[in-house]
Nanobody
Framework: QVQLVESGGGLVQPGGSLRLSCVAP????????LGWYRQAPGKQRELVAT???????NLADSVKGRFTISRDDVKRTIYLQMNSLKPEDTAVYYC?????????WGQGTQVTVSS
Protein backbone atom coordinates (compact mmCIF):
# COMPACT_ATOMS: atom_id res chain seq x y z
CA GLN A 1 0.00 0.00 0.00
CA VAL A 2 1.37 3.36 -1.04
CA GLN A 3 1.76 5.83 1.81
CA LEU A 4 2.20 9.55 1.48
CA VAL A 5 3.07 10.90 4.91
CA GLU A 6 2.24 14.54 5.56
CA SER A 7 3.23 16.83 8.41
CA GLY A 8 3.37 20.49 9.29
CA GLY A 9 -0.20 21.67 9.69
CA GLY A 10 -1.48 23.69 12.60
CA LEU A 11 -3.03 26.91 13.81
CA VAL A 12 -1.56 30.20 12.65
CA GLN A 13 -2.62 33.83 12.76
CA PRO A 14 -3.48 35.73 9.59
CA GLY A 15 -0.31 36.88 7.89
CA GLY A 16 1.66 34.00 9.35
CA SER A 17 3.52 31.14 7.72
CA LEU A 18 3.53 27.36 7.75
CA ARG A 19 5.45 24.71 5.87
CA LEU A 20 3.87 21.40 4.96
CA SER A 21 5.94 18.31 4.16
CA CYS A 22 5.07 15.08 2.36
CA VAL A 23 7.32 12.04 2.15
CA ALA A 24 6.70 9.58 -0.67
CA PRO A 25 8.08 6.12 -1.50
CA UNK A 26 10.95 6.29 -3.96
CA UNK A 27 9.12 4.73 -6.90
CA UNK A 28 6.29 7.20 -6.46
CA UNK A 29 8.51 10.18 -5.82
CA UNK A 30 10.60 9.64 -8.95
CA UNK A 31 7.88 9.21 -11.59
CA UNK A 32 4.60 10.65 -10.37
CA UNK A 33 3.38 14.23 -10.56
CA LEU A 34 3.37 15.39 -6.95
CA GLY A 35 1.29 18.11 -5.44
CA TRP A 36 -1.01 19.54 -2.81
CA TYR A 37 -4.76 19.86 -2.73
CA ARG A 38 -7.01 21.32 -0.07
CA GLN A 39 -10.58 20.96 1.03
CA ALA A 40 -12.41 23.48 3.15
CA PRO A 41 -15.61 22.59 5.03
CA GLY A 42 -18.55 22.40 2.64
CA LYS A 43 -16.37 22.87 -0.42
CA GLN A 44 -14.88 20.63 -3.08
CA ARG A 45 -11.28 19.57 -2.96
CA GLU A 46 -9.17 21.95 -5.05
CA LEU A 47 -5.71 21.97 -6.50
CA VAL A 48 -3.18 24.14 -4.69
CA ALA A 49 0.14 23.35 -6.35
CA THR A 50 2.00 20.68 -8.32
CA UNK A 51 5.64 19.99 -9.11
CA UNK A 52 7.17 17.69 -11.70
CA UNK A 53 10.35 15.66 -11.45
CA UNK A 54 12.00 18.46 -13.47
CA UNK A 55 10.81 20.99 -10.88
CA UNK A 56 8.25 22.61 -13.14
CA UNK A 57 5.61 24.06 -10.86
CA ASN A 58 1.99 25.05 -11.14
CA LEU A 59 0.13 27.05 -8.51
CA ALA A 60 -3.51 28.00 -8.17
CA ASP A 61 -4.19 31.67 -8.82
CA SER A 62 -5.45 32.09 -5.26
CA VAL A 63 -2.05 31.23 -3.78
CA LYS A 64 0.38 32.65 -6.36
CA GLY A 65 2.84 35.02 -4.76
CA ARG A 66 2.19 33.54 -1.30
CA PHE A 67 2.81 29.79 -1.58
CA THR A 68 5.81 27.94 -2.96
CA ILE A 69 6.14 24.25 -3.77
CA SER A 70 9.52 22.56 -3.78
CA ARG A 71 11.13 19.13 -3.54
CA ASP A 72 14.13 17.44 -1.97
CA ASP A 73 15.18 14.43 -4.01
CA VAL A 74 17.43 13.02 -1.30
CA LYS A 75 14.66 13.05 1.29
CA ARG A 76 11.90 12.07 -1.17
CA THR A 77 9.94 14.97 0.20
CA ILE A 78 7.87 17.75 -1.27
CA TYR A 79 7.15 20.95 0.61
CA LEU A 80 4.49 23.61 0.53
CA GLN A 81 5.73 26.86 1.98
CA MET A 82 2.74 29.01 2.84
CA ASN A 83 3.28 32.69 3.60
CA SER A 84 0.89 35.57 4.18
CA LEU A 85 -1.78 33.12 5.20
CA LYS A 86 -5.40 34.21 5.10
CA PRO A 87 -8.47 32.86 6.89
CA GLU A 88 -9.71 31.56 3.54
CA ASP A 89 -6.67 29.27 3.38
CA THR A 90 -8.16 27.26 6.24
CA ALA A 91 -8.65 23.69 5.03
CA VAL A 92 -7.41 20.16 5.22
CA TYR A 93 -4.38 19.92 2.95
CA TYR A 94 -3.69 16.66 1.13
CA CYS A 95 -0.54 15.46 -0.54
CA UNK A 96 -1.19 13.84 -3.92
CA UNK A 97 0.74 11.68 -6.37
CA UNK A 98 -0.75 11.37 -9.84
CA UNK A 99 0.11 9.36 -12.95
CA UNK A 100 -2.34 8.63 -15.75
CA UNK A 101 -5.48 7.29 -14.03
CA UNK A 102 -3.81 6.57 -10.72
CA UNK A 103 -4.00 8.83 -7.69
CA UNK A 104 -2.52 8.35 -4.26
CA TRP A 105 -3.45 10.56 -1.33
CA GLY A 106 -2.04 11.36 2.05
CA GLN A 107 -4.14 11.33 5.18
CA GLY A 108 -4.50 15.11 5.23
CA THR A 109 -3.23 17.76 7.60
CA GLN A 110 -5.35 20.56 9.05
CA VAL A 111 -4.34 24.17 8.48
CA THR A 112 -6.33 26.75 10.42
CA VAL A 113 -5.76 30.48 9.93
CA SER A 114 -7.43 32.44 12.67
CA SER A 115 -6.77 35.20 15.15
Amino acid sequence: QVQLVESGGGLVQPGGSLRLSCVAPRIIYDIYLLGWYRQAPGKQRELVATITSNRNTNLADSVKGRFTISRDDVKRTIYLQMNSLKPEDTAVYYCNAKRADTDYWGQGTQVTVSS
